[in-house]
């Protein structure tokens, strides 16, 4: 079994920063890909953010500039460091992996984070 757990999420003033984490644990042969997605209230789930286990970053271009995307190998944790957040960045953020030669994906339970104005 694979297990992601987030932290970090809740409740910012606008212009503040969070970080978030996802811990990622289990039977893991190789880990493709880590990546943030978002769901705001009442909208589809969208990507966030995105890196490679060779550290290549990807962000959709409506995120681009105020998230950033790491990983720590060692602990085998990935994060996501938001900054000047608007109240529209209010969602439930998950993180997932997309892990082995058959490419599975597993997301995490999912953290809040809400901005308020």
């Known amino acids: 079994q694979v297990h992601l757990v987030e932290s970090g999420g809740g409740l910012v003033q606008a212009g503040g920063s969070l970080r978030l984490s996802c811990a990622v644990s289990?039977?893991?042969?190789?880990?493709?890909?880590m990546s943030w997605y978002r769901q705001c209230p009442g909208k589809q789930r969208e990507l966030v953010a995105a890196?490679?286990?060779?550290?290549?970053?990807t962000y959709p271009d409506s995120m681009k500039g105020r998230f950033t995307i790491s990983k720590d190998n060692a602990k085998n944790t990935f994060y996501l460091q938001m900054n000047s957040l608007k109240p529209e960045d209010t969602a439930v953020y998950y993180c997932?992996?997309?892990?082995?030669?058959?490419?599975?994906?597993?997301w995490g339970q999912g953290t809040q984070v809400t901005v308020s104005s």
């Open positions: 890196i490679t286990a060779g550290g290549t970053t």
């Open positions: 289990g039977s893991i042969f190789v880990i493709n890909s």
């Open positions: 997932r992996i997309v892990h082995g030669g058959l490419g599975y994906a597993d």
